[in-house]
């Protein structure tokens, strides 16, 4: 199922800005559900920046090389520069400590403490 709507939304000749609005809405909202609570390692970090790098890819297709005057894939840091946002891992990161400001908001018996399994002192 995930294949057919990633068919429908990249195969199709839709402009790029409609592209990157559903990478940012739908995609990313979807990938970072939950990402709060994670932990991240140096190997899901590298996972996420792959899967950014392909998908951005996707939306920005192939470049043509002046100097050799053919078509070639655009480098890792390339998609990023062309997106002109947050990178995917910066996107986490920012989400944690939000949360965490949140959990260090909160009054003592809330249902947070029970969950979270922290608590922090003020």
């Not at 002046?66 to 390339?78: A, C, D, F, G």
Request: charged share 30%; aromatic share 8%.
């Amino acid at each position: 199922m995930l294949a057919t709507i990633w068919c429908r939304i990249f195969c199709l000749p839709l402009p790029k800005n409609i592209k990157i609005k559903i990478y940012r809405t739908i995609i990313l909202s979807v990938v970072l559900c939950g990402c709060e609570t994670w932990s991240l390692t140096h190997r899901k970090e590298r996972r996420l920046r792959v899967f950014e790098n392909r998908v951005l890819r996707r939306i920005f297709e192939a470049k043509r090389d002046e100097v050799i005057e053919e078509w070639r894939r655009l480098h890792n840091m390339e998609p990023n520069d062309l997106y002109s946002s947050a990178n995917i891992i910066q996107m986490i990161k920012s989400r944690k400590m939000r949360w965490t400001g949140h959990v260090a908001r909160m009054v003592e018996g809330r249902r947070g403490e029970a969950h979270t399994g922290l608590w922090l002192e003020t």
